[in-house]
């Protein structure tokens, strides 16, 4: 089985798009603010936005399942208010939902969390419960910088964000690390904000005892780990000589996904980091969408760089492509075993 850990619902119709919209302009006016109802996506509409989109590449790349989550950029914690923040995270997630309802065996459901800048990370618990033990969602995206590019909150190792990491332990579901739009122009958002925090938050982890205080937290770094696996000799001496202890010990807590455009790059990450720490993942259809000239192939298809790795035998394959995502989402493993997979 092939499972992809990393797919965002960037099909959503206009109208879905056009409900945020309105719902920021009146994001001091909850009299006249659209209602929660009106952001309820139909079914026909899923489906029309699912089968000509992930669903259709699914099949084409020959992958099975894929977790999925509201699209990342349209997360935007920085927009609106922690109101506005809230009740975005639950129709974002709702209709999350709904497609892994009329695609239980296609999808499985990964929530965004209603985080503000000015609010305490711990306000999100009450959405992350909900998703996990009243629907089923198998993990979370969590916004290192919901300033969008400020970066003026705490590093997510301060204490400010520890009771999130609690609720994370209990409910046994890992967080992907993932950041939303970008609004400093410094940083475009798919090209620089997501991979800068990708390491940004690596290096937040190696200079802290996070995982001392938390033995069974799991965060998965997208986007191939940023620039993580590319300076691992780098990060290896810092840990050294900062905390005096080996990185190699942050991997029983850290993965890393394939959305890495390339085959050299795929072929570094997989040689760089053990095969156990690595989850097949494509983000599609994301951030790159068009097709390589010198491949004809598109950019995002990770499975065909993977396919390719000469270093890589079967067992490894499997790790990635089923085994470790089974590992790092228990609840995903549970989902799929209940339907006989
Ligand atoms: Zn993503």
């Given at each position: 089985m092939i499972i992809d850990c990393h797919g965002h619902f960037t099909t959503a119709p206009k109208s879905f798009r056009d409900w945020r919209a309105k719902q920021i302009g009146f994001a001091d006016d909850p009299v006249n603010a659209p209602k929660k109802e009106e952001a309820i996506l139909t079914d026909d509409q899923i489906r029309e936005a699912i089968e000509n989109g992930q669903l259709k590449l699914q099949k084409e790349r020959g992958s099975d399942l894929a977790l999925f989550s509201p699209i990342a950029g349209l997360m935007s914690h920085h927009l609106g208010n922690e109101r506005t923040s809230l009740e975005w995270a639950e129709v974002s997630n709702n209709n999350v939902y709904q497609v892994t309802e009329l695609y239980p065996d296609n999808f499985a459901p990964v929530c965004q969390l209603p985080q503000s800048p000015s609010a305490p990370p711990k306000n999100c618990i009450p959405e992350l419960r909900r998703c996990v033990e009243e629907l089923g969602f198998v993990g979370c995206n969590l916004n290192p910088d919901p300033t969008g590019g400020y970066w003026t909150g705490k590093p997510?190792?301060?204490?400010?964000w520890y009771p999130l990491y609690e609720a994370l332990v209990d409910l046994d579901v890992p967080a992907m690390i993932h950041v939303a739009a970008s609004c400093n122009c410094n940083f475009h958002g798919t090209g620089a904000h997501y991979l800068n925090a990708d390491t940004s938050v690596f290096m937040q982890v190696l200079q802290s005892d996070l995982f001392k205080d938390f033995p069974t937290l799991r965060l998965v770094i997208p986007h191939g780990g940023g620039a993580v696996p590319y300076h691992w000799g780098r990060y290896r001496g810092m840990s050294l000589e900062i905390?005096?202890?080996?990185?190699?010990?942050l991997l029983d807590n850290i993965f890393f996904d394939?959305?890495?455009?390339h085959q050299p790059g795929v072929e570094l990450l997989t040689k760089v980091i053990p095969t156990d720490n690595v989850l097949f993942g494509s983000e599609m259809i994301g951030a790159v969408r068009g097709k390589d000239p010198n491949t004809g192939h598109y950019f995002d298809d990770t499975k065909r760089y993977l396919d390719a790795c000469?270093?890589?035998?079967d067992q490894d394959r499997r790790k990635i492509f089923e085994t470790n995502a089974r590992r790092v989402y228990p609840r995903l493993d549970a989902r799929l075993r209940s339907r006989g997979r």
């Open positions: 997510m190792t301060d204490r400010e905390m005096m202890r080996p990185l190699e010990g394939t959305c890495v455009y000469a270093a890589l035998d």
